[in-house]
């Protein structure tokens, strides 16, 4: 396996971890905007789904700015994951994903008035990992910075996908 395919192999394993993401697009007047989504259970074959509604702002802004970030946090990484987002519905991949979680904002399931869905293309991604839980890795930088000393190294790639 060539180091690419190991990194997306690591980029797949690392989103797994993953359960809330921060989703983030740009508005017309050309400002960041980022805001927590559900990351769908589904295996990472290179896109992210997320459902929505057709009215949000997210949607306007990824009609006008397709060019999307999702960060993710898991257990002891961080994964950056860019993209070319597209607005559709396409309700067999709706049904394959629901989950019933999601009721709470779309109280009739995949037939929700003005439901959509969000799917996002993964064109690269860059994650950092740690071997430990994120609270020792946070008193292991912690303790380097007291000390003056390096912080421990951990595991930082990117690839495009």
């Keep these: ?8 192999a690591r980029v797949t394993e690392l989103i797994r971890d993953a359960d809330i993401c921060m989703f983030t697009t740009m508005t017309e007047d050309g400002r960041h905007v ?6 769908q259970r589904a295996e990472f074959d290179g896109d992210l789904w ?3 509604f057709e009215d949000s702002a997210k949607v306007a802004q990824v ?11 898991g257990s002891s990484s961080w994964v950056s994951v860019a993209g070319r987002a597209e607005v559709l519905f396409d309700r067999a991949k709706a049904e394959e ?3 019933r979680s999601l009721d709470a904002w779309f109280h009739q399931g995949v037939d ?12 690269s991604a860059e994650y950092w990992a ?9 008193i292991r930088y ?8 390096d912080p421990p190294e951990g595991e930082n790639r990117a690839t495009a996908l």
Excluded: Y
């Design 63 to 73: 009609r006008r700015h397709p060019q999307v970030n999702v960060s993710m946090a």
């Design 142 to 149: 912690a303790a380097a910075a007291a000390l003056r000393r």
């Design 97 to 99: 994903l629901w989950e």
């Design 34 to 39: 980022s805001r927590p989504m559900d990351l």
């Design 1 to 8: 396996m060539d180091d690419s395919h190991e990194v997306r």
């Design 130 to 138: 740690s071997r430990h839980g994120k609270v020792v890795t946070l």
């Design 112 to 123: 929700t008035p003005g439901l959509t869905m969000i799917k996002v293309h993964a064109e």
């Design 50 to 52: 997320f459902f929505c």
